[in-house]
């Protein structure tokens, strides 16, 4: 069955792979240029305690406190605690979001494209474990509106590993396969905030090869 929708490899040596990711593209968040040094750092020590303490148990008290601003001038940068677990969120998978779409002009072949992407999405990861937690772990907290945008960003990542495999499949370079493929797919990947250290025997550049290799082996049309 071949890849539909939107939804959530001759084995290459180490050496090989490190060549084709390296320097795709760079991206960054579009909330990189609208946040303010202070909105980030608000962002920043709130996901830290939301991944401590879980979001529901993290109150606007602990909060100011972290980030040395009174009620008022909180309020003023995040709107309410909600808006700011939204923020959280949403922060991140739009950079996943906006390099993939980069990623998906550019001259490269379907397996390079998902090993650039593997590779960004575990450095991501690994980088910002305190907001991924988040992410993974509050998510249902948020409001019905925002829970929606959430859904459509994550849909329209999901939507970029289908291109990449449906690319695949037009250059004969991998199978048809179920829609399923890439949940399981981001599933392997996603999960890993659960264990993933960032400083590690293995970088996240060499754990994202290593499941391209598991995955890209059982993808190949040979």
Known sequence: MRLIGRYNASHMSKRQSATTVEGPVPARSSSDFTASPVKRRIIEASAK????RGY??????????????????????????????????RLHVLDMVEYGEQLAGEDLTAEEKFR??????MNTIADNLAELTVFFSDHRALSRAHAAELVEIRTRFEGLWTAILEQGVREGELRETS?????????????????????????????????CDVLLSGLKTH
């Open 179 to 211: 829609p399923v493929v890439v949940k399981g797919v981001l599933g392997m990947f996603n999960y890993s905030y659960l264990w993933l250290r960032p400083r590690g025997e293995e970088s996240p550049e060499q754990i994202a090869d290593e499941f």
């Open 49 to 52: 305690l939301f991944a401590r």
């Open 116 to 121: 650039a992407l593997a590779r960004r999405l």
């Open 56 to 89: 529901s148990a993290t109150g606007i008290a602990e909060i100011e406190k972290a980030v040395g601003l009174g009620r008022g001038a909180l309020y003023h940068h995040i709107g309410n605690k909600e808006n700011l677990l939204y923020e959280i969120s």
